[in-house]
């Protein structure tokens, strides 16, 4: 398989789905829907209808079978594509027989298309660092010699940074000593982050998590009044951004927003963002948002659930939001069909300020059960504690003694 980057100057696409057993007529639909969006995401244009082969495994081989072969290459030529996208990750022999079947056109996999949106949304150090590594592991086994087909003309380099490299150019072992070099980096860049970190420890904290695209950085900016990007694109944010709520709360309350998440999401992807995501796992409350306009929003809900095992936030407590509400068709029935259904969520649109405030008082009210009364006694020396403590407790009332100063206030649990 070519290396994502030589697919930047394509933008004829076709897309081709093995719909294997279990899979309903609907989910294939959505996964399509979703692969279209991902391939727009990269300014592919899909110029056809999808090729949709049922089968009841994925074969190591071909692909597609001898009906749909035909059927394949047909479309490739009379639609002139450039780029047959594949909605699974295959792997290197597989997508070399298609891309016989295609007369020699890219294919790219469902994981290269991530990858190269990954890519090209990466803005911080350690998001770039990040993607680079996934993409070299990805890269490395994909690797080919020179010449041997359409896209193995050189273009681009590995990660788009200026070295001036190709996939091509780097054998295995130098794909080796970068991720060894890369790795380095982003401890170092871990240790500083964790820093940042251990100084946030004890203050109340909120992280938007969910599917991309579910309006996560929408809520952030409305709820913290920061202007993080707001993109509809998949894979719009990548890093973890934390801000204050905003009018401010006593105590002060953090909100972090994150990289979302999306099915058959690359399993090194997931390792590989953990660090990132942290950050997220850190709060001591999870405020998932669901896009509830998207017709697959329930799958979608799953996906983050299973994700967020995976990564190990399960147990953390959660707010679940249903967003988009004002893009729901009779959004009254509606909301009241899902607040049935889950219990305690709340039914917003994220552009509408009184349900903005819904949120916010519900962040309000789940940390202020969470706290505890408790009196603090800070000696006069100690007085640059004061500020710690109005940041991250309710101060009820303040005693000068002879010792010191004795707050009583209303604190995070396990508030040292
Ligand atoms: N109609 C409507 N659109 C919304 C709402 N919330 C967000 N959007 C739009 O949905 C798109 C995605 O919003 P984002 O806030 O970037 O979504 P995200 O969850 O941060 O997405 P990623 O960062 O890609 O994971 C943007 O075009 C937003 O303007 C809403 O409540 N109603
Ligand atoms: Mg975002």
Known sequence: ?????????????????????????????????????????????????????????????????????????QIVTAHDVDVVLVDHEIGPSQAR?????????????????????????????????????????????????????????????????????????????????????????????DTERRTQRARRKDLARAALVGYTNAGKSTLMRAL???????????????????????????????????????????????????????????ASLLVHVVDASDAGFERQLHVTEEVLAEIGAGDVPRLLVFNKIDRVADAATAAANLTARWPGSLVVSARRPDDVARVRDALVAAFAADLEERELHVPYDQQARRADIFAACQVLEERYVDSGVIFRVRAPRGFA
């Open 224 to 282: 913290t009044g920061s202007d993080v990007l707001v993109a509809d694109k998949l894979f719009a944010t990548l890093d973890t951004t934390v801000r204050a709520l905003d009018p401010p709360t006593r105590p002060r309350i953090l909100v972090s927003d994150t990289v979302g998440f999306i099915k058959k999401l690359p399993h090194d992807l997931v390792a590989s963002f953990k660090s990132t995501l942290d950050e997220a796992l850190e």
């Open 1 to 73: 398989m070519p290396e994502p980057s030589s697919f930047l100057e394509k933008t004829r696409a076709v897309l081709v789905a093995v719909q294997l057993p279990g899979v309903s007529d609907e989910e294939q639909t959505e996964s399509l829907v979703e692969l279209r969006r991902l391939a727009k995401t990269l300014g592919l244009q899909v110029v056809a209808p999808a090729v949709v082969q049922r089968r009841d495994a994925l074969d190591p081989g071909a692909v597609v079978g001898a009906g749909k072969r035909d059927e394949l290459a």
């Open 97 to 189: 027989n298609l891309e016989k079947v295609c007369g020699g056109v890219d294919v790219m996999d469902r994981t290269a298309v991530i990858l190269e949106i990954f890519r090209r949304h990466a803005r911080s150090r350690a998001a770039k660092a990040q993607v680079e590594i996934v993409r070299l592991k990805y890269l490395a086994p994909r690797l080919r010699e020179q010449g041997k087909g359409k896209g193995d003309r050189q273009r681009g380099g590995i990660g788009g940074k200026g070295a001036g490299e190709s996939a091509l150019e780097l054998d295995r072992r130098k794909i080796r000593d970068r991720i060894a070099e890369l790795t380095g980096e982003l401890d170092a860049l």
